[in-house]
């Protein structure tokens, strides 16, 4: 099976797993979108450990740090004026935060500020909720791009 086909249908497979998971067990509380995107977070880093590990680190960062401004915001009267004042200090952070090796993938700091947002920007319970989904989605773009490599592998040795 050619490379491109089997990292296609390792990724089929497991989106029917997660859209099972995130959808199908609403007990869970993890946000289909979420993982989507830090899924996509991890092959757009590069894949691999390498991949994980920037898109898990700055994603995460992202979305802790937009918490912590968000809760902010919050003290602060959550009024507009607030909000122009700390989200930009924030994405000061997010850039900046790129001198640090763990934290050096930008667009996943983004993406993680980006999920949080889009989960409602509550500094509640929904940090941790969107922080497994976040680690959820980077786990599966790991998994599918090693069962990629195995069925590409498997097929290849065959005659």
Known sequence: MKQLHALAL???????????????LPDLKFSPWIGF???AAFFAAGGGKG???HSLGAGLAGVLLTALTMA????AGGDLTALLLLVPVLAFV????AQMPLLAYTP???LGAAAFFGSGGKPDLSIAFVSLTWIA??????ASEWLGARLTQRTAAQP
Request: charged share 5%; hydrophobic share 70%.
């Open 137 to 142: 989605g980077v786990l599966l773009g790991y």
């Open 72 to 75: 902010g915001v919050q003290q």
């Open 10 to 24: 390792s990724i089929a497979v497991l989106v029917a797993v997660w859209v099972y998971v995130s959808i199908g």
């Open 94 to 97: 997010l850039v900046a935060m």
């Open 37 to 39: 995107v830090a899924w």
């Open 51 to 53: 991949g994980a590990r």
């Open 108 to 110: 996943a700091a983004f």
